[in-house]
């Protein structure tokens, strides 16, 4: 009897030790530690405003993980919303030329206190699903705003750059994306945009810019939501749109803990501009 009592408490010991290691495999490498999606409000802080908005009704940013064919209407780039502002505008309104400035904040990956590209997409594990994220620092951009028109804009990404919420996927991703041949990513502006007049004195707004998105060598014409709000000397700009892989001819990367990944996912950005 004692024996067999000793077996049982062993084996008991046994398995709750399995368990214990399992969990401590999947805290420390599979957990899922995504970042949150881009908001307007993290962007203001990053921008120095500190202003607090509310929800832009019509805003069509697509929650998380949200696949193309379920995201929400674009606004008509001919339209947009206002919100209330807490923030601040410097008396010369937006007119003019601005540029993507990277030396306000920095590109860290989880603060995200800076200007960023990036990527947001569902993956299915052999021990349960995870969001694997992706996002360059490496950005360059400029828009031009004729009084109440944005006449002009163009952003650039360095995808050879990108990092991943796990080290294990950065390369992975970067290959997927054949960023040696493919380095860039680009969005260029096709059709004006109308934007309300009191965006000239910080009030945020919710538009969609029409234009053309390149990646992977593709280029493909686009409908982008997008937020913005002008803080102090700063013009703090989010937006995300659903995309589908292989519109583009892009393969999604697979591993041996990785079931299956989505063959769509969200691009996403924040943006921080200054006058040129």
Do not use: C, K
């Not at 540029?99 to 569902?122: L, Q, Y």
């Not at 997927?176 to 004195?201: G, H, K, M, N």
Request: glycine residues 10%; negative net charge; hydrophobic residues 40%.
């Amino acid at each position: 009897m004692n024996r067999r009592r000793w077996l049982l408490v062993g084996g008991g010991v046994l398995v709750a030790l399995v368990g214990l290691v399992a969990f401590g495999t999947w805290w420390l490498f599979f957990r899922d530690d995504a970042p949150e999606a881009v908001s307007l409000d993290q962007a203001v802080e990053a921008a120095g405003g500190g202003a607090s908005t509310t929800a832009l009704p019509g805003s069509t940013v697509p929650s998380e993980g949200e696949p193309a064919e379920s995201s929400t209407t674009a606004v008509p780039a001919t339209t947009a919303t206002t919100a209330a502002s807490g923030g601040s505008a410097p008396a010369g309104g937006i007119d003019g030329s601005w540029t993507v400035d990277t030396s306000i904040g920095s590109f860290d990956f989880d603060s995200a206190d800076g200007s960023f590209v990036g990527f947001r997409v569902n993956e299915e594990l052999t021990i349960g699903s995870a969001t694997a994220v992706g996002r360059t620092g490496d950005v360059a951009g400029s828009l031009l705003i004729d009084g109440t028109t944005v006449t002009d804009v163009t952003i650039e990404a360095d995808l050879s750059q990108l990092v991943t919420n796990d080290s294990r996927r950065d390369r992975a991703a970067r290959d997927a994306l054949d960023t040696d041949q493919f380095p860039t990513a680009t969005f260029v502006q096709t059709q004006p945009l109308e934007i309300p007049a009191d965006a000239a004195t910080g009030g945020p707004v919710s538009v969609t810019a029409v234009g053309e998105l390149t990646i992977h060598g593709v280029t493909r014409p686009s409908e982008v939501p997008i937020e913005a709000q002008l803080v102090d000397d700063v013009i703090a700009l989010i937006g995300s749109v659903p995309v589908t892989f292989a519109d583009y001819g892009v393969t999604a990367p697979s591993a041996p803990i990785v079931v299956s990944v989505e063959d769509n996912g969200i691009i996403e950005f924040q943006l921080l501009f200054t006058r040129s």
